[in-house]
């Protein structure tokens, strides 16, 4: 398991979900349910949080112009957060 590298676990086209530890098998249940309504969800498990996989998500996003970030943390201060300020830092074109 390589420090600082993200799985892709599930190959998709049009939205991509990050999430990471057990906010994946809801990430799982999530993109069941939406494959039923015909949205196809790439999940990338982050595995880590420090160092963050960033190439992956860009990359995932460029192909899907969409990003869904699940956690269990607060909004406020959350990692998530933290996502979503570098990629609208790095990768806003891509949204």
């Not at 069941?32 to 990338?44: A, M, Q, R, S």
């Not at 969409?66 to 891509?94: D, N, S, W």
Request: charged share 25%.
């Amino acid at each position: 398991l390589p420090l600082g590298k993200a799985n892709i676990v599930r190959e998709g086209g049009d939205v991509t979900l990050v999430c990471w530890g057990m906010m994946v098998p809801m990430g799982f249940e999530s993109a069941k349910d939406l494959e039923k309504k015909g949205i196809d969800v790439e999940i990338i498990d982050l595995r880590s949080l420090c160092p963050l996989d960033l190439p992956a998500i860009i990359d995932s996003l460029k192909k899907t112009g969409k990003l869904l970030i699940v956690h269990e943390a607060p909004q406020t201060c959350g990692f998530g957060a933290e996502i979503a300020a570098r990629i609208m830092e790095e990768a806003f074109e891509y949204l």
